[in-house]
């Protein structure tokens, strides 16, 4: 069993910055890819970001480009997400999870999940 936990997530002002972090209790840490995903009320889940173990590929979807950065510390088994420019839209709750194998587009290799953080931003 893989346990992730997020945190940084709060209550911002547009235009402001937020840094996610996730940790994990798994002793291979680096053997998974990780990724950000993000669901807002009424809304389906989305991926926001991804990192493959070794961190050398990154993804982000569309509305994060230039505003968010991924990024790992495998010697402290962390992700963090760093949040930029933050809009209204950008509020949802965060989730980090954890894949056997890099991917962006099948949400089902994401085995581990944290319990989410709320993000929210304020117009």
């Known amino acids: 069993q893989v346990q992730l936990v997020e945190s940084g997530g709060g209550l911002v002002q547009a235009g402001g910055s937020l840094r996610l972090s996730c940790t994990a209790s798994?002793?291979?840490?680096?053997?998974?890819?990780m990724g950000w995903f993000r669901q807002a009320p009424g809304k389906e889940r989305v991926i926001v970001s991804a990192?493959?173990?070794?961190?050398?590929?990154?993804y982000y979807a569309d509305s994060v480009k230039g505003r968010f950065t991924i990024s790992r510390d495998n010697a402290k088994k962390t992700v963090y997400l760093q949040m930029n420019s933050l809009k209204p839209e950008d509020t949802s709750i965060y989730y980090c999870?954890?894949?056997?194998?890099?991917?962006?587009?099948?949400?089902?290799?994401?085995?581990?999940w944290g319990r989410g953080t709320q993000v929210t931003v304020s117009s």
């Open positions: 999870a954890a894949a056997a194998r890099f991917t962006t587009t099948t949400t089902s290799l994401y085995s581990y």
């Open positions: 798994e002793r291979t840490f680096s053997n998974y890819a």
């Open positions: 990192i493959s173990g070794s961190g050398g590929i990154k």
